[in-house]
């Protein structure tokens, strides 16, 4: 089965090529003499396309201490190239400010878990491998150990159907809390499973939803995304271009509905809705459709099937005004109420 040529660049030195690549990197569109971010820079399979097609300066952010400190040799022979930062990409103005930049020309985000970081057991944000129950990005704060131990049962509930959109919450925090203390991934697994009345030869495993869950609670994973957006608006150049590759529809939802608004699309409003948002100058244009894998690229690395890019051209208009964050995280002091359907 042929490679793309982005992929073939990059097979004898990434240990792991993204999903997308080639798409994503028609969408930046590098020129050289660039400077470029790449929010989320994992195994670093972007930043070497982008350093490949000739970018002057490449800010790559992380939060997790180990993709860091794996970088630390790419970095090394960037020849100044290539700058690691150790902070989220939500924070991404501040830190470039902080280092004298106050615009750059793309930005690339490839929202979620790492394959890295899925892969080590140890990590704890898999269950095809048992190891700690742990699901934390930066390796700092609450553990998945720490909420599943810790968090009331409706606190639970909340956060699996919320963020796993899964409509047997209720009967699986119930199980949750009747099982701890929980400290593995497969102990944490196998509660959902039997939850579930898991058997063999179901076509997804019942955990999967769970586990999601509770990483992005923990993580905040998508208010980390709302931010990290508007940081992208405001640090963009005129004509900068924008990238983001996400992995199932909460994510996705958030990035369409993003770029839609941004980019002047989501209409005056009617009689019944009138001027639904104010006459705010688009701050997009050239707004994509969501662009999936090909079938080649879905054979080649299965993960890529669940893979949406969206990408658009920074106008010279300026950044919008900040909106409330529409996905704000569940709390233990304040947890939503259960939705219809929570069961």
Do not use: C
């Amino acid at each position: 089965m042929s490679t793309t040529p982005a992929e073939a660049q990059l097979i004898a030195d990434a240990p792991h090529i993204p999903v997308l690549l080639d798409e994503v990197m028609a969408a930046l569109s590098v020129q050289p003499g660039e400077t470029h971010v790449d929010g989320t820079f994992g195994a670093g399979g972007y930043t070497r396309a982008i350093l490949a097609a000739g970018a002057a300066r490449v800010f790559a952010f992380d939060r997790d201490p180990d993709a860091i400190a794996a970088g630390r040799a790419l970095e090394a022979e960037s020849g100044g190239r290539l700058v690691l930062v150790a902070e989220r990409f939500s924070r991404m103005r501040e830190a470039l400010a902080a280092l004298g930049v106050d615009s750059v020309d793309g930005v690339t985000l490839d929202i979620g878990v790492s394959s890295m970081q899925l892969d080590q057991a140890a990590r704890g944000f898999s269950f095809q491998g048992d190891g700690p129950l742990d699901m934390r990005m930066e390796q700092a704060g609450t553990s998945a150990a720490d909420f599943v131990n810790d968090a009331d049962e409706a606190e639970i509930a909340d956060v699996i159907h919320l963020y796993g959109e899964e409509p047997r919450a209720r009967r699986i925090a119930r199980a949750i809390v009747a099982a701890r203390p929980l400290t593995r991934t497969g102990e944490l697994a196998d509660v959902v499973r039997r939850a579930m009345g898991h058997h063999p030869g179901m076509p997804k495993d019942p955990a999967t939803r769970t586990f999601q869950a509770i990483r992005i609670h923990l993580n905040r994973e998508l208010q980390e995304l709302e931010e990290g957006l508007t940081a992208a608006e405001a640090l963009l150049a005129d004509a900068g271009r924008l990238a983001v590759v996400s992995f199932h529809s909460l994510e996705d939802r958030i990035v369409k509905r993003f770029l839609k608004s941004r980019g002047g699309g989501m209409g005056a409003g009617s009689r019944h809705r009138p001027e639904a948002i104010a006459a705010t100058p688009p701050s997009f244009e050239a707004v994509s459709r969501g662009i999936r894998a090909s079938e080649a690229e879905q054979r080649r690395n299965p993960r890529s099937r669940s893979a949406t890019l969206r990408a658009a051209h920074r106008t010279a208009m300026p950044a919008w005004p900040l909106e409330p964050a529409a996905s704000a995280p569940v709390s233990s002091h304040h947890p939503p109420p259960a939705r219809r359907g929570a069961r």
